[in-house]
């Protein structure tokens, strides 16, 4: 009779989990596979088009030096903006956690992510309004500083920068205030009372606890960032020529889809290696 | 110093650098927002109020068409990530079996992995089955992505929910739809609704999946803004913009009144 239960049990569970999964499987997994399948061919496959297994499309990763250049400006991007949004956000979420209290720390935390689920893309553009030669930035500081400024910063790496830490920066507040806010404050005040200095109990106490929050945000914010393509094509202009970048262009403007599979892949295997490495400390955030 | 005044002078230095963090956040967006209702094209000071771009954004019928396609699909792919990412969560939440720990890691590529990679990937195969882009195909990456947001959104609910009510319920000779119907479902509710909203919230903001499966002249909302900018700069956009930031931003804080954030502990 137990078995009998347990039997309706597992056909229930399979009846409500299979249609999430499947749908997960068709539209994520299947293509991952799909991809490397087409990395390793010459042409793609629909129609009369001539094709066979060929390596060609990683040695020409290996063989041209442009597209490891451009691999390294983009992780060179990602580790830029991931330090600047640990550096701006990592303070940001202490006013919160600890000094900010009650109904004001909701609200402000709400302020804070709600940019985050707002459009991208949309962000990114409003960056270049602000950011043009002679627009609102240039204008605001020729007023407010006495001597005579040229500011264009659109279309420079700075610009990328700039908008890419806004559109990540939500992200490090977050996991790091989820962080701050599980320790103790009984904890700093003993070790304040025990004539401890500031920077000793936020490198002996603050630091080490909160890591796991801290690299959590870190890995969100660098991710994304070495895969982006649009915000150095708005924000970069010609300059903004990345990794995500020579992707797009093999898909929507070369149709190259072989290359790009493989370039995509080469991402992948970069994206998957740094959350092999970061999983021990993630599995600890999540806990 | 005292450490009163101490840590009265190291409050106000915090309070400030927050308020220049949401300066930050918030200033650019405003600008955007005021630059759309300046008469001037290309963004010349001084500020003249217009609201020309906005009558010229509800005679385009471009810009309409792709912003009722943008929110149809949100609501198509709302409406079945919430299901399926319900019964999902509760089958999760309810059973125990072998396995059940790799299901919940299998969620976190949708979210973990760069969209440019599975954007391409999605391409590559939708064209390799025959379903090849357009509006099915934005449909069904969309809920691929959203699905991971609703399953982690009710699972938090439903942990809050008690198994005794559950049993109490079947030992009063309640059939199991009914407990689920009658019992589990009114309590997680906030958890759901929390859980469509941002399963809109990712299908009207997305870009990329959307950019490399929409068809030409069939595009939502983002993919036609982004061809825009690309093409040259059009205060028209800026108009769609505002009112694109303007209805995420209401639809999160309507989502922020059912779920917490894990803000509050």
Same mark, same amino acid.
């Given at each position: ?13 399979? &009846? ?76 940001? &979420?202490?006013?919160?956690?600890k000094m900010i209290k009650g109904r004001a720390r909701e609200a402000l935390f709400l302020m804070v992510i709600l940019p985050f689920w707002s459009n991208s893309l949309v962000r990114i553009f409003s960056w270049a309004i602000v950011l043009r030669g002679n627009g609102v930035l240039d204008k605001t500081l020729s007023a ?144 | ?25 918030? @200033? ?38 792709? @912003? ?22 509760? @089958? ?17 590529? =949708? ?5 440019l990679i599975t954007g391409t990937a999605m391409l590559i195969f939708f064209f390799g089955v025959g379903i090849g882009r357009g509006t099915p195909a934005v449909i069904i990456g969309h809920v691929a992505l959203a699905l991971p947001y609703v399953i982690v959104v009710v699972t938090a609910r439903l942990a809050t929910f ?12 309640a059939r199991p739809w009914m407990v689920t119907r009658a019992v589990m479902l009114p309590w997680i509710a906030p958890g759901v609704i929390a859980g469509a909203l941002f399963a809109f919230a990712v299908s009207f903001d997305q870009f990329v999946i959307s950019y490399f499966l929409s068809e030409p002249g069939d595009s ?14 059009? =205060? ?9 930031? @303007? ?19």
């Open positions: 009779m137990a078995g009998g239960i347990a039997r309706t049990d597992r056909l229930r569970a399979i &009846a409500l989990l299979s249609p999430a999964y499947l749908w997960l499987t068709v539209a994520v997994f299947l293509p991952l596979s799909a991809m490397a399948f087409f990395s390793i061919i010459t042409d793609v496959p629909f129609g009369d088009t001539e094709w066979h297994v060929t390596g060609e499309n990683y040695t020409a990763f290996l063989e041209s030096p442009t597209y490891a250049r451009l691999l390294l400006k983009s992780v060179l991007l990602g580790v830029k903006v991931t330090a600047l949004c640990v550096l701006i956000g990592f303070p940001c &979420a202490w006013v919160l956690a407010i500083w006495p001597w005579p400024v040229k500011l264009n910063l659109l279309f420079t790496e700075s610009a990328i920068v700039i908008g890419l830490v806004h559109s990540y920066l939500p992200y490090v507040i977050l996991t790091a205030y989820l962080a701050l806010q599980a320790i103790d404050d009984s904890l700093i005040e003993a070790a304040r009372s025990l004539g401890a200095k500031w920077w000793t109990i936020l490198w002996r106490i603050v630091l080490p606890l909160s890591a796991p929050g801290l690299i959590a945000g870190a890995v969100l914010v660098f991710v994304p960032v070495v895969g982006s393509f649009m915000e150095p094509r708005i924000l970069g202009g010609r300059l903004g020529t990345y990794y995500g970048t020579v992707i797009e262009d093999q898909f929507v403007a070369v149709f190259n889809w072989p290359l790009g599979a493989a370039l995509s892949f080469i991402l992948l295997a970069v994206v998957l290696a740094i959350l092999a490495l970061a999983s021990p400390v993630l599995r600890k955030a999540r806990t | 110093m005292k450490p009163r005044t101490r840590s009265r002078v190291t409050g106000i230095l915090g309070r400030v650098y927050l308020g220049a963090i949401l300066l930050f956040l918030y @200033a650019p967006i405003l600008v955007m927002a005021a630059m759309s209702f300046n008469a001037s094209e290309f963004y010349q000071l001084p500020f003249t109020f217009s609201t020309e771009w906005y009558e010229r954004v509800w005679r385009n019928d471009l810009i309409l068409n792709a @912003a009722a396609r943008s929110v149809w699909i949100a609501v198509v792919v709302t409406v079945v990530a919430t299901v399926l990412g319900t019964a999902a969560s509760v @089958a999760l939440w309810r059973y125990d079996f072998r396995g059940k720990r790799a299901l919940q890691v299998l969620l976190f590529p =949708p979210i973990a992995i760069p969209w008690d198994r005794t009510l559950e049993e109490a319920a079947r030992s009063l000779g939502t909302l983002p993919v036609l803004i982004y061809t825009a900018i690309r093409k040259g700069f059009t =205060p028209e956009i800026n108009a769609i913009s505002t009112i694109i930031i @303007a209805v995420s931003m209401v639809v999160m804080l309507i989502a922020a009144r059912f779920t917490k954030f894990g803000g509050e502990r």
